[in-house]
């Protein structure tokens, strides 16, 4: 029986394929408990006025929801490549939205943490 390495480096980008969009997959879940957290949990606990977490809490969950989105997008555009016997590149304003989102979201949350 002869190795094929073409279909075995093609086989292990499938699988890493895989793991990335898991991995969007918990990040998004995890975005989405510190919307709840931040959103929910905190206002309802604390003496604070509840609009600015609510807001950030928001913001969190969209941006959940976001790198669910994007997980998915990655992962069929990667197949659709490797089909083509190509890779795709990460779209570079998807890289900066999320960058900005997460700056964003961060000074937030340390601005509600330092103020109350």
């Known amino acids: ?14 699988l890493a394929n895989e793991r ?18 931040l959103g929910r949990i905190v206002p309802g ?23 669910i989105v994007a997980g998915f997008v990655r992962v069929r555009g990667v197949e659709r490549a490797l089909a083509r016997g190509e890779f795709p590149r990460l779209d ?4 900066l939205a999320l960058i900005v989102a997460g700056v964003v979201l961060g000074v937030a949350t340390i601005v509600l943490l330092a103020a109350s």
């Open 92 to 95: 570079e304003r998807l890289e």
């Open 45 to 67: 606990v604390s003496h604070v006025t509840k609009w600015p977490y609510e807001l950030v809490g928001g913001g969190f969950g969209v941006l959940g929801i976001s790198f």
């Open 1 to 14: 029986m002869s190795f094929d390495e073409t279909k075995d480096a093609t086989r292990r980008t499938r």
């Open 20 to 37: 990335t969009y898991l991995a969007w997959w918990r990040t998004g879940l995890t975005s989405i408990a510190v919307a709840v957290g």
